[in-house]
């Protein structure tokens, strides 16, 4: 016995997909994002790119780029949303950083 598959049932079937993908997608990455942990400042990255939890403790004499505002909540590596506590970050993958904090990579978020 042949069964044949209709055009109409391909179509139905990929339009189905596309719809449930990014739903997948978007609870799948919400379960990363959960998953992260904080990032430590002793770590060997950490410590090479100058990183600490609180942007007020940084010494500017150690590094003369930095300026009061900069921070990680508003850094164009810092992967949370305005108003998050703690995100990800681009440059630290795996870890979460504080909003407070900074390293010498900030970057000035495009329209921050």
């Excluded at 992260?36 to 100058?50: G, Q, R, Y």
């Excluded at 949303?81 to 440059?91: H, M, Y």
């Excluded at 904090?101 to 000035?108: E, F, I, M, P, R």
């Amino acid at each position: 016995m042949k069964t044949s598959i209709s055009r109409r049932a391909i179509v139905k079937a990929g339009l189905l997909a596309g719809a449930v993908i990014p739903v997948f997608a978007l609870t799948t990455r919400g379960a990363q994002a959960a998953g992260l942990t904080p990032l430590d400042p002793s770590d060997p990255l950490a410590k090479a790119m100058n990183f600490v939890n609180d942007s007020t403790k940084v010494d500017p004499a150690a590094n003369p780029t930095y300026k009061p505002t900069q921070k990680c909540g508003n850094c164009a590596q810092y992967q949370g949303k305005a108003g998050e506590a703690r995100a990800g970050c681009a440059i630290f993958p795996g870890h979460s950083v504080p909003a407070t904090g900074w390293c010498k990579v900030w970057a000035q978020k495009p329209g921050a």
